[in-house]
C-alpha cells in the first residue's frame, strides 16, 4: 500500500496527501447537479482544452466553465455531478469527455454547455486523465494503476493493464496518443509506457529521470515531450526509444504544456512557472505565484492558463 496519493491531479505542486497507509479514498458523485455559482470561473481548475474555437475547463465541485470568446469571458456548463473533474478531452468541437474522482465518465455532444452521466467505472477509481483518438475509441487512466478504455464512444469501458509486476501499481497520471495513434502513459518514478497495438500491450520507456512525470504531448516535428518534477523536460525524437532532459533552474514541477504558433513550447507548473521555448525556455514567474495545471491556446493565439486560482487569459493574441 502506498504511503501517499494526490488525491486532486496536479494543480501543479498543490496536492493533498494522504495520511499514511490510508490510501485512495475516491469521492462518490454528488446526488446532485453541481452548484451553479457567480465566480465559477475562478474555483481551482485542472483542465483545460480548446473546442473548435470555444475554450472548456473543468475542476473542483463538477465545475466546467465554458468561453467562446478566446477567454475573455466564461459560462459555467450543465453538470451532472459535483466531483472533482480532473482532465477533459474533445475529438472536434462538439463532442468531448472529462473524467474524475469517483470513476466519472462525462460526455457532450454540444460543444460542452451540457454534460451527462455516461459511466461510473467499477470500484470507483480516482481518473486523472482522458484522450480519445476517435469519437468511438479512448483511454482514460488514473490511481493505482487504473487503466480502461472503450470502443464505442464510452457507453462501455474494460480495464487494461499497463506495465508488469509492480509497475501495474503506479499512479498513471497523464495519457495522450500521437498524430499516429501511438498511445504514451506517464506515471510515478519516472515511469512512462508506449503502446502501439491501441492499449493491447504497454512497454516501459528509459526516461533517465526518477521523479514523477505528470503529463506529455507530441510536438510540433512529431518529437515525445514529457513533464516531471523538479523542472523536467524530457524530449524524445526517436518516438520514446530515447530521451534528453532538459532541466530548469527553478526545480519547480511542470504539469502541462502547449506547442504555440512557432512550434515552440509553452509550459505551466507550480509557483506560477510559465516557461517558453524549445531546449532553452525564457522563465516567467507569474506575480500571484499560483499554481498552474493546464494551458491553452486560445483560437486567436491569445495564452490561455488554468490552475489554483482559476482560468484566465494572461495574454497574446491577434
Partial sequence: MKKCFPLMRLICAL????????????????????????????????????????????????????????????QQAEVPVSTLLTALHFVDAERGWAVGHGGVVLATT???????????????????????????????????????????????????????????????????ATRNGVLFATAEFGLAFRSADGGDSWHPLTTG???????????ANGEIVLLGMSGRVLVSANGGDSFQVFEHDSGQSLSAAVVDANGGLIVVGSGGLVLRGRERFATEIRADRQNLAAVALAADGGLIVAGQLGVERVGGGN
Avoid: C
Fill in 209 to 219: 529521470v526518477s521523479g514523477s512525470l505528470w503529463n506529455g504531448l507530441e510536438g
Fill in 110 to 176: 454540444d460543444g460542452g454547455v451540457k454534460w451527462t452521466l455516461q459511466q461510473q467505472l467499477a470500484d470507483k477509481p480516482v481518473l486523472l486523465s482522458v484522450h480519445f483518438v476517435s469519437a468511438e475509441k479512448g483511454f482514460a487512466v488514473g490511481a493505482y494503476g487504473s487503466a480502461w478504455r472503450t470502443v464505442d464512444g464510452g457507453r462501455n469501458w474494460s480495464p487494461m493493464v499497463v506495465g508488469s509486476g509492480r509497475d501495474t501499481d503506479m499512479h498513471l497520471n497523464h495519457i495522450f
Fill in 15 to 74: 496536492l493533498v496527501i494522504a495520511a499514511p497507509g490510508a490510501g485512495v479514498q475516491a469521492a462518490d458523485p454528488a446526488p446532485v447537479p453541481a452548484m451553479k455559482a457567480r465566480l465559477a470561473a475562478k474555483v481551482a481548475l485542472t483542465g483545460l482544452v480548446r473546442a473548435g474555437d470555444a475554450l472548456v475547463a473543468t475542476g473542483a465541485y463538477g465545475t466546467v466553465v465554458r468561453s467562446t470568446d478566446n477567454g475573455q469571458t466564461w
